[in-house]
């Protein structure tokens, strides 16, 4: 449940054009290379016991994490869960209609879920996919955390190319909450989680 709230977002914002020489040493086709120094400037000074590697490691997930984002004009739509029919023709499947009377579950009818509202958002950005272990092992590492699964992977000396591109399980809403702020402390960018209207919305 938790691996959706891993989708990052981020407010639209402008990056101003590069101008002047850098020594950037993480390039990108859309992040300006003198955002890039101010981030890495930054890695610098937040983690300066880290050795290279994971310097260079932080600064290509932060610079990533502004490339993925996808922008989404806000607008309006209804939201919630509609109603079913009182007596489904199958248990199996299950035939939404604005129209039905009926609750789904219980638990939507005592958490209100099911009500249709109307929801207006304003311009935003969401990553094109999730979190990977490269990011994720950055993020853990640059706060002395174990990575996820440590224990197999030292155990199988299992590389961290292996698990790079893969997408990474999270154990709490608040690591994925974590993961996002830091990015956002990262890169200067109001990155956060998708509020569930934001996720939907996307969707």
């Known amino acids: 449940m938790y691996r959706k709230y891993l989708s990052l977002l981020i407010s639209a914002c402008v990056l101003t054009a590069c101008t002047g020489e850098t020594t950037a040493s993480v390039t990108s086709k859309t992040v300006p290379a003198e955002k890039i ?26 610079v990533e994490s502004l490339e993925s984002m996808v922008f989404i004009k806000g607008g309006t739509f209804m939201m919630g869960a ?10 199996d499947r299950m035939d939404w209609s604005p129209d039905a009377k009926c609750n789904t579950t219980i638990s939507n009818f005592k958490t209100g879920s099911n009500f249709i509202h109307k929801v207006t958002l304003s311009n935003y950005s969401l990553a094109n996919h999730e979190t990977t272990y490269h990011g994720f092992d950055a993020f853990k590492r640059a706060h002395h955390l174990p ?13 961290d ?31 956060d989680l998708p509020t569930e209207a934001q996720w939907e919305y996307a969707a």
């Open 82 to 91: 509609f109603k079913a029919p009182c007596s489904p023709i199958s248990t």
């Open 161 to 191: 190319e292996q698990f790079k591109n893969k997408v990474t399980p999270t154990k709490t809403w608040q690591e994925a909450k974590d993961y996002c702020l830091w990015l956002g402390k990262l890169t200067g960018s109001p990155i």
């Open 37 to 62: 120094t101010q981030i890495e400037a930054k890695v610098k000074k937040l983690y300066p016991d880290a050795d290279t590697k994971l310097q260079h490691q932080i600064v290509e997930v932060a």
């Open 147 to 159: 990575v996820v699964h440590s224990v197999d992977r030292e155990k199988y000396d299992l590389p």
